[in-house]
């Protein structure tokens, strides 16, 4: 297949930066990849792994000459990110990143970056891995990547961007930018607060459980601590640019959490056993649609990792 890119330029070489170019090299590997980080020492360990075909030391040499570049960093730091390659971006290049709330990225991208191309991605995807070790080729894989353009987008633009990540194995969704910030609230942002919460809860409880909370850990608070473990930086970002999903999603939570607290205060069997009901053909429905696994421990195996 001719590829859908020539040149494409990753800034950030954390786990989807990384990812992102080794599914690049791997899919399509007459595409040249170049890559920045503004941590030197991710830079060198970029270059010694050989990450990309070439490790820049400024972004905007990392954009020179590139068609299409993916800002792989914080939402919280795109505004500087996209200043420091301004200066180095070919006029015709596109510009798309990989951050887990979309209307404010748009936002940012269009004020920074005016007159360029901008479609910004959310591959839905990743590890609690962090750090250019942590990437690899196949993470996009049967994954959904949604694409959230603005609405005078260029259709052949929309379509070359879709082609790439359908290269890299995932499959392609088109979403407002709100919208997708209001479903991704729900699947995303919230369970990760509730996760980064009870494990919380559960820390300050060592105090008085002799450490038997982390000894005695059942598989429901591993899958827990497994999703707390994740990159402290990018998740700050993803509360505080999509606030208002959050904030609205976290009120209903709050008044679920709330029913379910007096069916139990009220012994309401029915109740509960209706909930749970409700809650289980969910999971079912998430296997039936390939986003999970139905084998024991999620088909991982003891030295796996996470999926």
């Known amino acids: 297949m001719t590829p859908p ?17 080794r599914a690049t090299k791997a899919a399509l590997p007459t595409t040249h990849v170049s890559g920045y980080d503004a941590d030197a020492a991710v ?3 970029a270059e010694a792994i050989g990450l990309v075909d070439t490790v820049a030391q400024t972004a905007a040499e990392a ?11 914080p939402v919280g730091a795109m505004e500087a990110a996209a200043r420091a390659m301004a200066s180095g971006l070919a006029e015709d290049v596109l510009i798309s990143d990989v951050g887990s709330s979309k209307a404010g990225v748009a936002a940012v991208l269009a004020q920074i970056l005016p007159g360029h191309r901008v479609i910004p991605a959310h591959p839905v995807a990743g590890t609690e891995q962090s750090g250019p070790d942590a990437g690899f080729a196949s993470l996009f894989r049967n994954r959904w990547c949604i694409l959230t353009p603005p609405v005078d987008a260029d259709p052949a633009d929309l379509a070359r961007l879709a082609a790439l990540w359908e290269a890299f194995g995932a499959r392609v969704e088109t979403m407002d930018a709100e919208h997708h910030d209001l479903v991704l609230a729900v699947t995303s942002h919230l369970p990760h607060l509730i996760a980064y919460c009870i494990v919380g809860t559960a ?5 008085v459980t002799q450490s038997e909370v982390i000894k005695y850990s059942a598989g429901g608070f591993r899958d827990f601590t497994r999703i707390a473990a994740s990159d402290p930086t990018m998740w ?26 007096n069916a139990i205060r009220d012994g309401d069997g029915t109740e509960l056993f209706d909930h ?9 429905s998430i296997i039936e649609m390939g986003q999970d696994d139905a084998r024991p421990d999620f088909g991982r195996s003891d030295h796996s990792g996470t999926a």
């Open 236 to 261: 700050r970002d993803v509360f505080l640019t999509n606030r208002d999903a959050v904030l609205d999603m976290l009120g209903r939570f709050s008044r679920d959490l709330l029913a379910l607290e």
């Open 43 to 45: 830079r060198l360990r």
């Open 63 to 73: 954009v020179a000459g590139a068609d299409l570049v993916v800002l792989c960093v």
């Open 203 to 207: 820390s300050d409880l060592e105090r």
């Open 276 to 284: 749970f009901t409700r809650t289980r053909a969910i999971r079912r």
């Open 5 to 21: 890119f020539r040149h494409v330029a990753v800034i950030g070489l954390g786990l989807l930066g990384g990812s992102v170019a």
